[in-house]
């Protein structure tokens, strides 16, 4: 009989993506400006040709909790907002760093003048999914600050801002793509694509 002895075989253990641990470390107090997060934005578009958007949507999830927990800082949150493609990703991201957390007045302002500012220089690889979110505040003061980034915005881009507007009705927002639709109109030369886009998504709002 055999009188050796077998130490038991440990289960492999699961190694976490390496953009786990970027995210976790990226808006860690970071008081900076936005251009810190230079190397985060590239790791992460990196990453997301072999991540799904179930992963990625993780990814995010656990940077909430994050925040919430007073591990780290909103600023964590840009990564997502700036870096996926995933509408719902990028729209989720952009209202929770833009209205979604108890921050000061004045830190708010910045914030959505930051993602506003993401808009207009186009940083946010969907940021149609960022004027979305902005517009689904319900601020009047954030609704002046996208009514001059209509105009700039791809038909796609459109399409995007009349879904999500669509998944969430309020009379706020069915002005805009009222007024939106009434600029479109007295435009010199017609977009009869975005045209159609925001009447179709007026019609929805109004059922």
């Known amino acids: 009989m055999s009188t050796h002895v077998?130490?038991?075989r440990l289960a492999a253990e699961r190694i976490p993506h390496?953009?786990?641990a970027v995210l976790a470390e990226a808006g860690?107090?970071?008081r900076r400006a936005s251009a810190d997060l230079t190397p985060v934005l590239v790791q992460y578009w990196q990453a997301l040709p072999h991540a799904a958007v179930e992963e990625r949507t993780r990814w995010l999830a656990a940077t909430l909790a994050r925040v919430r927990n007073g591990e780290t800082?909103?600023?964590a949150i840009?990564?997502?907002a700036l870096a996926d493609a995933d509408e719902g990703i990028v729209f989720a991201a952009a209202a929770h760093y833009a209205g979604a957390h108890p921050i000061s007045i004045d830190r708010r302002q910045a914030a959505v003048g930051e993602a506003v500012d993401w808009i207009r220089r186009g940083l946010a690889l969907n940021r149609g999914a960022v004027f979305a979110a902005?517009?689904?505040l319900g601020d009047a003061s954030v609704d002046e600050m996208l009514a001059g980034l209509r105009l700039i915005l791809t038909h796609a881009e459109i399409e995007v801002v009349c879904?999500?507007?669509?998944a969430r009705p309020s009379r706020a927002t069915r002005t805009f793509l009222a007024e939106w639709l009434e600029l479109?109109?007295?435009c010199e030369e017609r977009d009869a694509v975005a045209r159609a886009t925001l009447a179709g998504a007026l019609v929805t709002l109004s059922n």
Not at 163 to 166: E, F, K, S, V, W
């Open 6 to 8: 077998f130490a038991p």
């Open 18 to 20: 390496p953009i786990e």
């Open 28 to 30: 860690h107090r970071v």
């Open 73 to 75: 800082t909103t600023r």
């Open 78 to 80: 840009v990564a997502h």
């Open 134 to 136: 902005l517009l689904s």
């Open 163 to 166: 879904r999500q507007a669509a």
């Open 184 to 186: 479109l109109d007295a």
